[in-house]
């Protein structure tokens, strides 16, 4: 038995101004410093005026947020008792949120201790959670993971249960155009990570399958575009929409090795999510390699790419991600990156233990094995194909 589990999804231009129907006395904004200055949480603020909402704001979410900033956002939850938590920014945002909402209904779970074995949370017996996505990719605003950073350990811990779902998530493009051109970038390739290995992993299904998908279509079809201009409204609302198509997906059938690889990575070495993600992708394809290749067949046939006579279509679709990764500035290689080797040879260790802890690990198609995971490492540092 499985569960399919998503919010109400609200999109399109204007979708933000559900929030004037939303009931409730007070609100908790989580969101970071930039979301400030972008002028959108006042926007948000007043949606929720128009409903009587009054509203805090906690301003202070980090790039791969801490245990520590869920404890500080919680603390003036608990101050506040707010019925109503509203996430608006990117992926860090909504994860922070999630937590923080979890925390706040359930003060005997810490949120490290998120799991899928813990049943009957009992959330929404204090407040909703509202996620409003600003960027276009991590899929935050409609899954129910979490992935926090433990900076005592140097890892990021992969926090999933699906009660966690956000009530309503919001998707309105308006609010995605002011995303610089290499944060679109980073965001859709972790679209289009999501979705690839959605339909690929071992946890796969048919209520997931046509998500993923229409995702990597949306995604092969629109991201260059709205990199090359972020006013191209079209571009930017269909990739809007991926990034949650594709969130519905991949958390309904999990992600796969290039998670766990970009999980390692970003924790060690800062290295933005969906770039990581995305570096890792194509390589993670090769590995898998043919125990996977009527489904790379599927994904090309879906993308309109030709699979010559005697070519492998796991072959041909790595060439076509990279094409499109280099084509929107995103690096090929871990050395691309800007890592040095010896930084790199130094982390290895711990690079390859945060990889086989990882729980997306769990459902790949093929597992590595310690050797097999360096040596991937290895490969991936150089841009050289998998060829084992």
Sequence with gaps: ????????????????????????????????????????VDKVKEQLSQAGIQATVFDEVEPDPSLQTVQKGVALMNQYGPDLVVAV????????????????????????????????????????????????????????????TDTADQRKLSLINREIVPDIAIVD?????????????????????????????TWKNDFTDGLCIKAIQLVFQYLPRVVKDGNDMEAREKMHNAGCIAGIGFINALSS???????????????????????????????IGEVREELWAEIAYAI???????????????????GLAHNINQPLSIKETGISLNSFNKAMEKLIDNIMADGSLIVSARIPNVAETERFLGYTYEGKSIDF
């Design 173 to 201: 493009p308006e609010l995605a155009r002011a995303m610089p051109p290499q944060i679109t970038a980073d965001t859709g390739m972790d679209a289009l990570t999501h979705a690839v290995e959605g339909y690929t992993c």
């Design 89 to 148: 920014g990117g992926g860090s945002v909504m994860d922070a949120a999630k937590a923080m909402r979890v925390q706040y209904e359930r003060p005997d779970i810490k949120p490290e201790e998120i799991n899928p074995f813990i049943s009957d949370l009992g959330l929404g017996a204090k407040c909703k959670l509202v996620c409003v996505a600003t960027t276009s990719g991590t899929g935050a605003e409609a899954t129910f993971a979490v992935v926090l």
């Design 304 to 322: 309109k790419l030709e699979v010559p006579k005697g070519k492998r279509a796991a072959t041909i679709l790595t060439q076509a991600i990279r």
């Design 257 to 287: 090795m290039a998670h766990a690889a970009g999980h390692s990575l970003g924790a060690l070495f800062h290295i933005p999510h969906g770039r990581a993600v995305g570096l890792f992708l194509p390589y993670t394809i090769e590995f």
């Design 1 to 40: 038995m499985w569960y399919f589990v998503v919010p109400e999804v609200v999109f399109g231009q204007d979708a933000l101004s559900h929030l004037a129907q939303l009931k409730g006395k007070s609100a908790f904004i989580v969101t970071d410093k930039n979301i400030v200055s972008l002028g959108f």
